[in-house]
Antibody, heavy 125, light 109 residues
Framework: QVQLQESGPGLVKPSGTLSLTCAVS?????????WSWVRQPPGKGLEWIGE???????KYNPSLKSRVTISVDKSKNQFSLRLSSVTAADTAVYYC??????????????????WGHGTTVTVSS | SSELTQDPAVSVALGQTVRITCQGD??????ASWYQHKPGQAPILVIY???NRPSGIPDRFSGSSSGNTASLTITGAQAEDEADYYC????????????FGGGTKLTVL
């Protein structure tokens, strides 16, 4: 079954760039799914960051769009997140997730069906 | 962009039934998906689509929707169901991003 594993530095300096990678195992990143990044700041709820399709089409959270880049490396079966100009407000647990989408009767569905374990990123000098 | 609204906290007696709701304009076009999230763990998808449970999710979890409101029902809540529950869907506004509800903390008494 598909498994996801986040990796990257756990500490980033303010104004720096946060870079994380999500390795996909047990399946292909070119399987037709979207691949997403989600974060949870301490004491707060889940926040969608953005997502990418293997065709390299991307969608981003409007509140983060100016600072976010998500890319895919099909040769390594992984996708990555870059968040620039970070501040303490970007301190969070970052998760990657696989997205399953479809249509049932006249309604669409969108479900993050496989998640990585999450990685904690702290922004501090 | 659209928003999804959840009650911050709900409690239920052990073995009783509890309903957690999620409201938002996106739910007129999209089914909500529901996630269980426990501290220190990754979120787990518990309901998606009309009322679909991924493999391994107990059948005491069920979902429903009407208009702009989606509901997650736990019939016969167990102690291990105590967690934060989030709904999400694609945003039906022009950007077609993704929205999460603010989360509901479920306490099993």
């Amino acid at each position: 079954q598909v498994q996801l594993q986040e990796s990257g530095p756990g500490l980033v300096k303010p104004s720096g760039t946060l870079s994380l990678t999500c390795a996909v195992s047990g399946g292909s990143i070119s399987s037709g799914h979207w691949w997403s990044w989600v974060r949870q700041p301490p004491g707060k709820g889940l926040e969608w960051i953005g997502e990418i399709h293997h065709t390299e089409t991307t969608k981003y959270n409007p509140s983060l769009k100016s600072r976010v880049t998500i890319s895919v490396d099909k040769s390594k079966n992984q996708f990555s997140l870059r968040l620039s100009s970070v501040t303490a407000a970007d301190t969070a647990v970052y998760y990657c997730a696989r997205v399953d989408t479809g249509v049932i009767i006249l309604y669409y569905y969108y479900a993050m069906d496989v998640w990585g374990h999450g990685t904690t990123v702290t922004v501090s000098s | 962009s659209s928003e999804l609204t959840q009650d911050p906290a709900v409690s239920v007696a052990l073995g009783q039934t509890v309903r957690i709701t999620c409201q938002g304009d996106s739910l007129r076009s999209y089914y909500a998906s529901w996630y269980q999230h426990k501290p220190g763990q990754a979120p787990i998808l518990v309901i998606y689509g009309k009322n679909n449970r991924p493999s391994g999710i107990p059948d005491r979890f069920s979902g429903s929707s009407s208009g702009n409101t989606a509901s997650l029902t736990i019939t016969g809540a167990q102690a291990e169901d105590e967690a934060d529950y989030y709904c999400n869907s694609r945003d039906s506004s022009s950007n077609h991003g993704v929205v999460f509800g603010g989360g509901t903390k479920l306490t099993v008494l």
